[in-house]
């Protein structure tokens, strides 16, 4: 029975292909979401790629059921993997209220922050004169679906505050934003 497709071997395949697909369509999120969940996902689609080939090579009737049990563990380990890094990501966003920073105790210069809660980074350039925002340039905002947020710099300036109302359609980001910001004018309290 060797080098025979059959019906399991082609659940197999089935997994492998539907493991490689889902991995392909979230390459687009390399940079938004921790790599760990990447390694995870990559290290499921190679093991059930060799498992499926080790099941058609030595006869997959003898294989399936480990073959497929494998394969549940890999996939339920990288569901685990982002549930993990969500929920983390989630309890980060979560903490981030209060962004008040007394602009009167910032000496004058430009200040660079940063906020990083894994698939949301922010890093700004905050200049001061005066005890007044002069500029806040986004440098790299790394988000999915986070870009409306960008806005608020420009907010920050004309209101003179970090406190600023958060973006509705990009809540998170817009938190993440403030928080670089926040970060930035700390470094120049006198």
């Known amino acids: 029975m060797k080098n025979k497709i059959t019906v399991k071997s082609i659940i197999c395949l089935i997994l492998f292909l539907g ?3 889902y991995g392909l369509l979230n390459l687009k999120l390399i940079g938004h ?7 995870t996902l990559g290290l499921a689609v190679i093991g059930l790629a ?3 080939f080790i099941s058609i090579k030595n006869g997959n009737e003898r294989y399936f059921k480990k073959v497929v049990m494998v394969a549940v563990i890999l996939l339920a380990a990288y569901g685990i993997t982002e549930m993990v890094c969500n929920e983390k990501y989630q309890e980060q966003v979560a903490a981030m209220q209060d962004w008040n920073v007394d602009l009167n105790s910032v000496a004058d210069g430009v200040y660079t922050g940063e906020s990083d809660v894994g698939y949301i980074k922010a890093v700004v350039e905050v200049e001061v004169k005066d005890h007044k925002l002069v500029r806040v340039d986004l440098l ?3 988000n999915e679906h986070g870009g409306p947020a960008e ?4 907010n920050m300036v004309e209101e003179q505050t970090v406190d600023v ?7 998170n980001s ?4 403030k928080t670089a910001v926040k970060n930035a004018l700390l470094q120049g309290i006198k």
């Open 19 to 21: 493991g490689l697909i």
């Open 33 to 39: 979401r921790p790599p760990v969940i990447f390694i």
């Open 50 to 52: 060799v498992l499926f």
């Open 140 to 142: 790299k905002h790394v």
């Open 151 to 154: 806005i608020i710099v420009e």
């Open 165 to 171: 109302d958060a973006v509705s359609s990009a809540t």
């Open 174 to 177: 817009s938190k993440v934003i």
